[in-house]
């Protein structure tokens, strides 16, 4: 029988990083789709129904901060993590807080290791 | 004469009282020698003299007309005078008539009028004194003049002149005088003026007639020409500080009296003080400008907080103006947010306890807020006790602007470096794990190469970040209870590569299996992350490395210390291991990678966190870092920013 993909959302403006990191999910058999503004984010969720979201937070139009409020106030119980180059206390303390599942600093992880995270909530 | 007669008669001329009998036109028609002797008349001018011809004329008609009383049967006592204005004697009579002669029994009272007009004299010059002093409408420079002229007056001189002595300098203060030779602001040689008698003697000297005294050779009578001098030393705060003299080039007919020296004593006294007040009322105008043409507020108070000064800064920055704020309490001043700290900072202060200065808000007369910069010290009164406080404001807007921008810029940049920098990671991480196809060695070499000079890249952007708030002071200290023994197992465990690499020995002492300790994660790990990739990096293949955790009650501490067998550092580069970009010449030889960063990093958050930090090292050898941190936990901070980690 055929086997639905697991279906991730990619929130990310920089075209060449959402890139990278769709290459390496899509070779291990996930299905990604890729939006650049929160706008675009949140009419994604609003009409298709994902496994798991990656966030990056300073996005334009609509921040990730309120694409993870918009997804949390919907009552979805989706994982999320945000991959994000905001290393601030403060900031990873609100993610968290809003309902983010695991917050990674951008620079300091690999590919790799997200995808462990990936696999390790999707299965 | 009868017996009896002649006994009253002896006894009459043996008191020191006058006894005579005088007709109703004057004639004398009995006298004692007493009459004859203290009128210093002689008896044949008693014999046809009047008592109305030796008396002073002043007294003639008064006394004539008391005679006329006497005769009509009155009894009267009568003052009179007798003899030259310049040698008057003074008699008090009593006078009765007995069948038209009249008896007059009298006593020299000319000491007692003397005394008398000694007092009156000094009583005067008293008054002249206080009249000369407390005009409220003049000057204290002016008052002096009107003093020396007044001892001028008095003293029968003609030049009063003040004078103010100063190391090898002897200046003339104030003078009056119609003297050419004297001016205000004139320089006087000392040796050639009667003033060195009186700073010799350092008391009050008079000297009534110079060329019959010793002074006739004194080298001030060649010069000054004066014949006469008064002058007494002026003290301030108890060493001369100058004279004050009266000098005239006549002699004086008389000694100078009590009166007049007592006068140029009081003078004396008096110019002191006002001299001193002068010099001190120029010291508060002097600093009366500094305050009031300084650019910061500088803003004074009473213990109740009332505003008692107001200068020009203080009008410029809060736009209040002296008049309207003078006697207001400071707490207008002090948002809401703040006016506990300014309360408690007051309160400290008028305790007597030290108050570093601070940065705070305040707000001013429009509502608005402007950053500043306080420093508040306290004001003692001439008791020492502490009446107020002053404190001075400066503007930090400009400060805080920059400040901001710089921190600004810094996440900024951090935050625009790290996109491409995770762009290139995962990039080189892709064709590494063979994404695009497999890699020919030396393409995967290359690559590899790419991969590690970026993940360097990546730590000093962290890194430079981490300087940035070390330096601000911003950073945050948020303590949790953490095994200490988790994070070194980790920082360790990301090492292993390299450790395997350079076949280290590394060795672990703790203290116990598991080490709960109240600490900042981040910080933390910086410490040990620090310690130990130092002591690798810095440590020769098959070295031995050995990471010692331990808690130590007795020294109330919790100790982390790495030891190595490396490198070490040169002994005459030892003070310098904690400065900023700082690296060893023998490892900058080496060339190992490395950004003279880390230990200034460790440094400024082990202080902060209430810890210390030293290190043995001997070149060659090896090194030994050790840190204390309270066992109690890391000291909180509030900071607003926290540290990045930085990857090994």
């Given at each position: 029988m055929f086997r639905k993909k697991k279906q991730i959302l990619v929130l990310e403006d920089e075209m060449a990083l959402s890139k990278a990191l769709c290459i390496k999910l899509d070779n291990e058999g996930y299905q990604t789709t890729t939006v650049e503004n929160g706008e675009d984010a949140i009419k994604q969720i609003d009409t298709r129904v994902f496994d798991l979201f990656i966030l990056d937070l300073v996005t334009p139009r609509i921040d990730g901060f309120g694409v993870l409020k918009h997804l949390r106030n919907k009552n979805q119980d989706v994982p999320v993590f945000v991959v994000s180059n905001l290393s601030q206390k403060e900031d990873m303390k609100e993610a968290l807080a809003t309902g983010a599942n695991k917050y990674f600093i951008k620079s300091n992880i690999s590919l790799t290791e997200i995808l462990e995270e990936a696999k390790s909530v999707l299965g | 004469?009868?017996?009896?007669?002649?006994?009253?008669?002896?006894?009459?001329?043996?008191?020191?009282?006058?006894?005579?009998?005088?007709?109703?036109?004057?004639?004398?028609?009995?006298?004692?020698?007493?009459?004859?002797?203290?009128?210093?008349?002689?008896?044949?001018?008693?014999?046809?003299?009047?008592?109305?011809?030796?008396?002073?004329?002043?007294?003639?008609?008064?006394?004539?007309e008391e005679l006329q009383l006497v005769v009509e049967g009155n009894s009267v006592t009568l003052d009179n005078r007798f003899g030259p204005e310049e040698d008057t004697v003074w008699i008090s009579w009593n006078l009765f008539a007995i069948d038209n002669a009249i008896y007059a029994i009298g006593r020299n009272m000319t000491e007692v009028h003397t005394d008398r007009q000694t007092l009156e004299v000094a009583q005067n010059r008293l008054r002249l004194l206080h009249q000369a002093t407390s005009d409220p409408n003049q000057t204290l420079g002016e008052k002096i003049e009107r003093v020396l002229n007044l001892g001028n007056l008095q003293l029968n001189m003609e030049t009063a002149v003040v004078t103010y002595m100063k190391d090898d300098t002897y200046t003339i203060v104030r003078c009056k005088t119609e003297d050419p030779r004297f001016e205000k602001g004139k320089e006087l040689d000392v040796k050639q003026t009667f003033d060195s008698v009186v700073l010799q003697v350092g008391n009050l000297v008079g000297i009534q007639d110079v060329k019959n005294s010793v002074y006739d050779e004194h080298p001030a009578h060649g010069v000054t020409k004066f014949e006469s001098y008064i002058a007494i030393p002026l003290y301030v705060d108890g060493e001369i500080s100058g004279v004050l003299s009266f000098a005239s080039k006549r002699a004086q007919p008389e000694d100078f009296a009590v009166t007049d020296y007592d006068f140029v004593r009081l003078m004396g006294q008096w110019v002191s003080s006002s001299l001193a007040l002068l010099s001190a009322n120029k010291q508060i105008a002097y600093t009366a400008a500094i305050v009031g043409s300084s650019e910061d507020a500088i803003i004074g108070q009473d213990k109740e907080g009332l505003i008692t000064t107001w200068n020009k800064g203080a009008e410029k920055l809060l736009q209040y103006s002296a008049d309207e704020i003078i006697g207001k309490h400071f707490s207008l001043l002090v948002p809401e947010a703040k006016k506990e700290v300014a309360d408690d900072t007051l309160r400290k202060l008028l305790k007597g306890e030290n108050v570093e200065h601070y940065d705070s808000l305040r707000r001013k007369k429009d509502g608005s807020l402007v950053d500043v910069s306080v420093a508040i010290s306290p004001i003692h009164d001439e008791e020492k006790e502490i009446v107020g406080a002053s404190s001075v404001l400066r503007d930090i807007t400009r400060e805080k602007q920059i400040d901001k921008a710089k921190t600004e810029f810094v996440s900024l940049a951090s935050h625009q470096l790290r996109t491409p920098l995770s762009a290139i990671n995962w990039y080189a991480e892709l064709l590494r794990d063979g994404e695009a196809g497999k890699m020919t060695k030396q393409q995967k070499e290359f690559v590899d190469e790419i991969f590690v000079g970026n993940q360097r890249m990546v730590k000093l952007v962290n890194e430079l970040l981490n300087v940035s708030r070390v330096d601000f002071g911003n950073f945050s200290i948020d303590p949790i209870k953490v095994d200490v023994l988790d994070v070194s197992h980790s920082v360790i465990k990301e090492l292993v590569p390299v450790i395997t690499k350079k076949k280290l020995n590394v060795e672990e002492k703790y203290g116990a299996k598991q080490i709960m300790?109240?600490?900042?994660?981040?910080?933390?790990?910086?410490?040990?992350?620090?310690?130990?990739?130092?002591?690798?990096?810095?440590?020769?293949?098959?070295?031995?490395?050995?990471?010692?955790?331990?808690?130590k009650k007795k020294e109330n501490s919790l100790l982390i210390e790495v030891s190595d067998t490396g490198y070490g550092i040169p002994k005459e580069q030892q003070d310098q291991i904690f400065s900023k970009l700082f690296r060893a010449d023998n490892v900058l030889e080496m060339d190992t990678v490395g950004t003279g960063l880390g230990l200034y990093v460790l440094k400024s958050v082990v202080e902060e966190s209430g810890g210390s930090v030293s290190f043995e090292s001997v070149e060659n050898e090896g090194t030994?870092?050790?840190?204390?941190?309270?066992?109690?936990?890391?000291?909180?901070?509030?900071?607003?920013?926290?540290?990045?980690?930085?990857?090994?």
């Open positions: - | 004469m009868p017996e009896d007669q002649a006994h009253i008669a002896n006894f009459l001329g043996s008191t020191k009282d006058l006894f005579c009998v005088i007709t109703v036109d004057g004639h004398f028609s009995y006298f004692t020698d007493s009459v004859s002797e203290i009128l210093k008349v002689s008896r044949e001018d008693l014999a046809t003299k009047t008592i109305f011809d030796l008396m002073s004329p002043l007294d003639v008609g008064r006394t004539r300790y109240l600490a900042d994660p981040n910080i933390l790990r910086i410490v040990i992350q620090n310690l130990v990739s130092n002591a690798v990096k810095y440590t020769p293949d098959k070295g031995k490395v050995i990471v010692k955790i331990e808690e030994t870092f050790t840190v204390l941190l309270p066992l109690g936990g890391m000291k909180p901070k509030e900071g607003g920013k926290s540290l990045s980690q930085v990857t090994p």
